[in-house]
């Protein structure tokens, strides 16, 4: 089996907001079509992370580089448009907007009108189309988000939270698709849900107050009970 | 053909009525409802779609109505070009200031276009005076020469004239609607970051929509300086910097037909009130307050789902009867 090629490159990266620092030497690395998991308690700075590799928050010291090329100083939507698409915690979604018009907006953006790829992971968008957004439920929205997000073949995935506060069937559909998203994009999740967080990843980062306390690699050997001593 | 009707039908029928209003109305009403419409639709635009409250409207409708006003009475005499170079210059001006001001907060980007308003004024009426002659105004009324197929030196030709480019920022503004620009615009309102993500740059965006918004407001400002043949610093006195906010409110924010309803309104009250009693400000102050107070949507806002329930529920009993 060859090993994947290096995808994210992340070392070093501090993070403070004001005088509270967030982050203390931070390194990660992803690999094409890889599914990698931070677990953590609250404020343990999962999100300060996914936020820093997407150019929300820039860091104070540190480096990210996708392929070999700095990510860092760039502005969001330049890191959106080099394939590295960020999914937020909150499933807000343009609620003004139907559901068509906010795939749009992800369409045109990336100039991948291939929407028959979103309806195929998540059909049910499909019969949603002329909905405002503001009226979908959350295991709607979060559909939407990631239909979204996953226009323009995205080579890296910053997902939040993705299943908190949804029914158990939605978070086996978001499993599954997961999995399947696996084969051609890295994904970069962070996730409280032990058990899928173990049905998917193939590494996972523990994070503790700012810093990463643990790597788990080895793919069989990682169990929910491993994990629960960091959330 | 159905849904060409379907989007042209609503703006064919609004500007018909404003056409059929000429029969029973003074022309020059009814040119200064269109004309204002033009100016208040930029406004509705800002705020409806992108969320930007602008109190300094004013400055681009004299930007606009200056760069007509200079050619008309400097250069030359062909009204279709000191509009086309009125229109240039508020894009020119939205080009050059909108980088700056459409980094900031809503809230800043309003008193920060005042501030232009202000500025716009005493250039005019002090700094320049030498070329645009003070108080005095530049008058160029005679200057202007006739145009062929709609003569716009006559108030007649320049009426038809209005009709139709009113018309067709109408049809502009209803094809950004419907476009994904259109939607941008809405998404930036919302929550810029979140369209960052997707790979917008917000402020391309904001900016885009503050030139567009600004030169269709310089637009009424070149078409009030042809209609008028003059153009004085009053047109740009900040004291009517509200004017534009308060019609678009009045009429509805964000809604197509809102510019218009509430330039009617509002024009109507003032030239109706302002006849009948001497301090009709005041009249005007206190019926705004009581309308925004009745219906915060506003006028359009308010009327246009009962219209809409009256029509189901007559197209249901037509149906039922056959």
Known sequence: MSVPDRLLEASGLNVAYGEARVLFDVALTVSEREIVTCVGRNGAGKSTLLKCIAGFVKPTSGTVALNGASLLGLPAH?????GVKYIPQDKKVFSDLTVRENLELGAYATRDYRWDRVLGYFPKLGTLMQRKAGHLSGGERQMLMIGRAILGNPVLLLIDEPTEGLAPSIVAQLKEVFKDLSRTTALVIVEQNLPLVCAISDRIYALREGRIVTALEDRASITPQMCEQYV | ????????GGPIVAFSLLALMRLVLPLAFVIEVLIFSIYTIGCSFLLGRVGFISFGQPAYL????????????????????GLAVGVAAGAVAAGIVGPLFVRLRSDYFALVNLAL??????????????????DNGLWFLTNIASTPLIDIARPEGFF???????LAVWALYKYIDGSVFGACCLAVKANDDKLRFLGYSSFS????????????????????AVYLGFVSPEITSPARAADPVVVTILGGTGSLYGPIVGTLAYTGMKDAIS????????????????????????????????????????????????
């Open chain 1, 78 to 82: 330049a890191v959106a448009r080099r």
């Open chain 2, 1 to 8: 053909m159905t849904a060409a009707l379907r989007w042209w």
């Open chain 2, 62 to 81: 004299a930007i606009g109505a200056y760069g007509t006003g200079f050619y008309l009475y400097y250069f030359g005499a062909n009204p279709l070009i």
């Open chain 2, 275 to 322: 006849k009948l009693v001497g301090n009709w400000e005041l009249f005007i102050g206190f019926l705004l307050v009581f309308i925004m107070l009745a219906g915060e949507k506003g006028i359009w806002g308010t009327l246009q789902p009962l219209m809409q329930n009256a029509l189901t529920r007559a197209r249901a009993r037509w149906r039922r009867d056959r």
């Open chain 2, 205 to 224: 965006i904001r900016l885009l929509a503050f030139v567009i918004a600004n030169t269709t407001t310089a637009l009424a400002g070149a078409m009030y």
């Open chain 2, 117 to 134: 308003a202000v500025i716009v004024f005493y250039l005019m009426q002090k700094v320049l005076a030498d070329i645009t002659k003070g």
């Open chain 2, 160 to 166: 038809f004239f209005a009709l139709l480019a009113g």
